[in-house]
């Protein structure tokens, strides 16, 4: 995968109508479930395999971004931003690089059962 690929869509859609696309199931995957908070399970589900992952951050129905990766290939971080312009609302999706071509240590994180320990971003 390259380090970087950005999207652009537009849609003649309020942006709590994109959110709610974006975060239920059939946009990003088939099923998808979700934790929005930080820190929380990010799960999705296709044909194709599940994708597992933990959100970054949520600022409903403008931002979300987490980390996914299927099995035991590099994570990347996909960042979704939603703009309303008008009667429309812009969907930007960026997913960049790989987790483990970045520096990284263990900071915790809330979860059931107590804090583990995830990735945090100390230099890129």
């Known amino acids: 995968m390259s380090e970087r690929i950005e999207r652009e869509v537009w849609l003649p859609a309020p942006p709590e109508a994109v959110w709610d696309a974006v975060t239920s199931d059939g946009w990003l995957a088939e099923r998808v479930s979700l934790d ?3 820190g929380g399970e990010a799960q999705f589900e296709s ?10 951050d949520v600022s409903a129905p403008q931002r979300l971004s987490f980390w996914w990766s299927v099995g035991d290939e590099p ?6 931003r ?3 312009r008008g009667e429309n609302t812009r969907l930007r999706i960026v997913e960049t690089r790989p987790l483990e071509v970045l520096d990284l240590v263990g900071v915790p994180l809330p979860g059931a059962g107590g804090a583990r320990f995830g ?4 230099a890129a």
């Open 36 to 38: 929005l908070r930080p």
């Open 47 to 56: 044909a194709d395999g599940v994708r597992t992952g933990w959100i970054e």
């Open 75 to 80: 994570a990347s971080r996909v960042e979704l």
């Open 82 to 84: 939603i703009d309303e």
């Open 119 to 122: 990735p945090a971003l100390v």
